[in-house]
């Protein structure tokens, strides 16, 4: 199955695909999807649901995972990440395409088996589980290639749960 | 002008759109979109969508206006209302509209003159001006004719500023 796991940002939204097969992971793109700071918050949605819409066209998905948005952190950046994944929600559902949602924490138990693994560590898995030299880019790379991990470990598990 | 005004969210969404004039305002249509609950987040978001697009369709809409949210209350509430007003911010920009946003203190002085004024005053108010018997249906209703009505007035301000 073809995964794509997402890290929502209205500046800057990661975006990861992997393919799952027979418990091997392998990534088929990753990278950044940015929205002009100079626009307003409506236009840089607009230019956000564009990007993610065409992405979608452009690959073969069958299930998608989002991060989830945490609003401890400062309160405009909450609304603007929460904005920003409301959006691609959207427009992933309208394709047909299941959307599951993730937290940091179950998405770093699900990768490193600890749930309060750094950056870093984080990263050294992914590249490592996915046979990459390492993850360029921002971290978003990195975490949504991680959602993305997460997600086809949690259909794997749920799968075999059913067959038992 | 014709003026859109939204009080956002997941469950119910106001909208209520109003004709302004040579300082008279009036109603032109008003009421509430509801997603279905047993749908998915992603689900409900792409019904939403799909609905004030046809709104947006059916009327000429000048400019538009929504209310901003706020995170004080339900963490989880917030953002489901957060991730709705990206879903409509999006839409509508996407349309060439441009959209403004206020928070509910601003549409109640803009509307009452008073900042602190409560929902049945509001909506009494919003009642006398639009020469309306009542508006109908939930508060939601007459919190998006107020707020459509507060961009009106905004503008007018900031139209007769630029002319003097």
Chains 1, 2 share one sequence.
Do not use: W
């Not at 799952?20 to 793109?29: F, P, Q």
């Not at 409301?86 to 427009?91: A, D, N």
């Not at 138990?109 to 750094?118: E, L, N």
């Not at 360029?136 to 959602?147: C, E, W």
């Amino acid at each position: 199955m073809f995964v794509l796991g997402i890290d929502p940002g209205l500046t800057r939204t990661g975006y990861g695909i992997i393919e799952s097969r027979g418990g091997r992971e392998s990534a088929i793109a990753a990278g950044v999807v940015r929205t002009d700071p100079q626009l307003t918050t409506a236009d840089r949605l607009v230019e956000l649901r564009r990007d993610i819409e065409m992405l979608v066209n452009d690959y073969t998905i069958d299930a998608a995972a989002i991060e989830q948005v945490f609003v401890n952190r400062n309160r405009n950046t909450a609304m603007a990440v929460a904005r920003a994944s409301g959006v691609i929600m959207e427009v992933i559902a309208q394709k047909g395409i299941p959307i599951a949602e993730y937290t940091p924490s179950q998405m770093k138990m699900a990768v490193t088996g600890s749930g309060s693994a750094d950056k870093k560590q984080v990263s050294a898995v992914i590249s490592m589980r996915l046979g990459l030299q390492g993850v360029d880019g921002p971290a978003d790379v990195a975490d949504a290639l991680g959602i993305a991990m997460c997600h086809a470990q949690h259909h794997v598990a749920s799968t075999l749960g059913a067959k038992s």
